[in-house]
């Protein structure tokens, strides 16, 4: 990417991607950083389910699991580890929110709120002390984003010491009688362990473990973020007229965090007119299909009561579609719309410069930091008096 497209990027990544489809003559639009992307919906949503373009093996694992098979049963073992830990994670959440400051800064609370409220499924309290507390310290890390190289080099070092604990933990978990594929799962690196078939290497379950965590709890703290800022900058200081699960699911539409999903294609095919060769990397923007004006009703406006009827919208994909939807997906939504309800309930938000919405985009889309403040609108219970208390 040339240095003047890299500083227009950077400063609005979603109106760069909007003026590459506008400008394009073609279906398909060259990325100046690599690869192609489709810019009309209609195709894309054939790319996203085409089987000849959707077979083989998933890369969101890359080469960590034997088969596309394995992949499907590593997927299903998360979610459903997931789901039976969701009533633990609301339990949580209520401790959690009550705790927190009137005035918070985002998106960093996001993402360690939800760390907090998934500790325990992440790593079951009796699991390494060590461990846990490199978990936490990784969380806050990929929250904060560091830009300056000596933060960046800080990160890889936690990183570096974070797989060197888990290496450690699954081999004591390996050893330990009980730890098999029938054993329920005490959290996320039992699941892990018991969905890896026979013959992956330690540090591949390790690796494995660690993408689940980063895919866990960075997505769901952003779209947090995401549903939060929106909601508060479109209702300042009172409380929400919409449905929390509306807020949320506008905000995925909105803002999805999953911008751009990329496949490298498994071979030779065509599409909007252009030959692609084996491991060419081809891309669908959520983003892109999200604002198509010819598919929702005013799309550039955050509109949560468009989700009230089923005439206002178009392709909803912020999970991608077809044979790769994330596994997790409709738990994801639900863990996210659980935090803003308790974060909302009785509440009123405010948020404190976050009037630019331009994300920043790396691999995902996150918010720009704002500040966000509570007010309970629970009229407070009056003390009572000294005589009543005697009474009483």
Aim: with cysteine; proline share 8%.
């Amino acid at each position: 990417m040339r240095f003047a497209e890299m500083r227009r990027f950077r400063r609005d990544p979603l109106g760069f991607l909007e003026n590459l489809r506008r400008t394009s003559p073609v279906e398909v639009f060259w990325l100046p950083w690599g690869g192609w992307c489709v810019g009309d919906t209609g195709l894309a949503l054939t790319v996203l389910t085409d089987r000849a373009f959707n077979a083989g093996m998933s890369g969101f694992f890359g080469s960590m699991l034997p088969s596309r098979s394995a992949q499907i049963d590593f997927g299903r073992a998360a979610r459903a580890m997931l789901r039976t830990h969701t009533p633990e994670y609301r339990e949580s959440l209520a401790v959690a929110v009550s705790e927190m400051p009137a005035v918070t800064r985002w998106p960093a609370a996001g993402v360690e709120l939800v760390y907090r409220c998934t500790a325990d499924m992440l790593l079951h309290p009796e699991g390494s002390p060590e461990l846990r507390r490199l978990l936490e310290r990784n969380a806050r890390v990929g929250a904060l984003r560091p830009a300056r190289m000596v933060e960046r080099a800080r990160a890889q070092v936690l990183r570096a010491e974070l797989s060197t604990a888990l290496n450690e933990q699954i081999r004591d978990r390996l050893g330990a009688t009980g730890c098999t594929a029938e054993a329920e799962p005490r959290d996320l690196l039992d699941a892990v362990i018991g969905a890896c078939p026979d013959g992956v290497a330690d540090t591949t379950v390790a690796q494995l473990y660690g993408l689940m965590f980063r895919s866990i709890v960075g997505p769901l703290g952003y779209s947090l973020a995401w549903s939060l800022l929106l909601g508060g900058l479109h209702s300042p200081g009172a409380p929400w007229p919409w449905p929390v699960d509306r807020v949320v699911r506008e905000a995925l539409r909105h803002r999805p965090v999953s911008w751009m999903v990329s496949r490298s294609v498994p071979c030779p095919a065509e599409f909007g007119g252009i030959a692609f060769r084996t491991g060419d990397q081809l891309s669908v923007s959520p983003y892109l299909l999200h604002h198509d004006r010819d598919r929702w009703t005013e799309p550039w406006e955050f509109r949560p009561d468009r989700w009230n009827g089923p005439g206002e919208h178009g392709p909803f994909v912020p999970f991608s579609s077809g044979p790769f939807t994330c596994a997790g997906a409709a738990v994801a939504h639900d863990l996210v719309t659980d935090a803003a309800t308790t974060l909302t309930e009785n509440t009123t938000v405010r948020v404190i410069g976050g009037g630019d919405t331009r994300p920043i985009v790396t691999n995902a889309a996150t918010p720009r930091p704002f500040v966000l403040r509570r007010t309970s609108t629970t009229p407070a219970r009056a003390r009572p008096s000294p005589r009543e208390e005697v009474r009483s």
